[in-house]
């Protein structure tokens, strides 16, 4: 259930639904999602599906870290990138396969230390990560050429677009529970401009430290 066929049945689907980058493919490909989730649901690693990981809080769609991904590398590929909402490292783990160097911050201490863990056992050297309030992002590692919200605010956080290098770009789903859109807001000199991707459905970003 975790062989490389089931693997590739899930890029198929993928490229069906319309990812286009090998690059981001071939991570998909390449990275054991099997490993990022309870022993328990290994067998539907390779499901297009979010999954729990505890705590209230879920593994991303595959889709949906496929979509976001291409969206950090469309303009060429970054230097740094934050992560906001580290989770099970799932989507910091494709990131690291692509850019330089992705710092990732994450709130639930039980997640971040079994995240870590996780890190250490699989060996990304490229990943820095600690226990934080994302809303506050992580100033002394900026400016970052993307940043990456992997949990819902109900309005951009100022103080991450404020940790965006010039010509960055902020990926973030925003709303409430009931309706939210994913978007990118890139800084253009003094202007943050915005485009709006497609409605998606994250938990929601939450601040303070459990
Ligand atoms: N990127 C993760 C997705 C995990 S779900 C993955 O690939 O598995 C979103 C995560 O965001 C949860 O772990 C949640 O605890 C975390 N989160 C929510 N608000 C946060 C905040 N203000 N700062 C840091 N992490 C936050």
Redesign the pocket.
Known sequence: MTSQRTRERLVGRLGDAGIRDVHVLNCIRQIPRHL?VDEALASRAYEDTALP?G?G????QPFV?ARMTEIIIRHGIPDRVL??????????AVLAMLVGRVHT????RA?YDQTRQRFRALGYSNIRHRL????EGWAAAGPYNAIIL??APTVLPERLVEQLAPGGQLLAPVGDSSAQELRIYERQGDEVVMQSVEPVS??????GVE
């Not at 911050?105 to 639930?108: A, H």
């Not at 934080?132 to 809303?135: K, T």
């Not at 994250?202 to 601040?207: E, K, Q, S, T």
């Open positions: 990022f990981i705590y809080q879920t593994i991303s870290v992560e906001v909402g580290t989770g099970s490292g799932y989507q910091a911050i994450e709130r639930i997640l934080g309030d994302g809303f992997t949990a994250f938990v929601p970003m939450l601040g």
